[in-house]
């Protein structure tokens, strides 16, 4: 394994540590590594060589992740409102290249809304607004391992809304 991954609700408030070492057999190994933070509620932070921010109702948003990496994509949304998030990997060469989207939805309050982790080449969470604000939508890789890298192309589709269609991309009004 090249990766880990540590999900839990804080009970009180305050400060964290994080504690990091050498989780291998013998304990003994060096190297570097990249640690990501995800906190919901909260507005996300994007580094300069990292993907994430706004999504856009209609548009996609392509992006890539690397071994362990957390992608952190906000938008709003009001009561009643009907959510599809949809998160598939990109690969010219056809097939798979190890990476398999992961993708985790939470609410205004910080619950975990929906997730799919499954082993395909693109997942989808669906729900219904139960609160009106900023949702969280996370990309990771979902494989049992946890630690593909890959590209992929995120989509945020959320009605009723106004949409806004990517360039080279479809959609729009019906006649």
Do not use: C, M
């Amino acid at each position: 394994r090249n990766a880990v991954e540590v999900s839990a609700v804080a009970t009180t408030a305050g400060s964290y540590t994080v504690v990091v070492s050498d989780g291998g057999s013998y304990l003994n190994g060096t190297g570097t590594y990249r640690l990501h933070l995800v906190r919901a509620p909260s507005e996300p932070t994007t580094g300069p060589s990292d993907e994430g921010g706004p999504l856009a109702n209609g548009a996609t948003s392509p992006a890539s992740i690397h071994q362990g990496d957390l992608d952190v994509w906000s938008f709003t949304a009001e009561i009643g409102e009907s959510i599809v998030l949809r998160a598939g990997e990109v690969n010219d060469l056809g097939g798979t290249g190890g990476f398999t989207p992961g993708l985790r939805l939470y609410g205004p309050n910080g619950s975990l809304v929906a997730s799919e982790l499954g082993n395909a080449n693109a997942v989808e969470v669906e729900a219904t607004a139960t609160l009106s604000g900023q949702y969280l939508a996370v990309v990771s890789d979902g494989g049992s391992y946890i630690d593909g890298a890959g590209t992929y192309r995120l989509h945020l589709a959320k009605t009723p809304g106004v949409l806004e269609i990517s360039a080279g991309d479809e959609g729009g009004p019906l006649t």
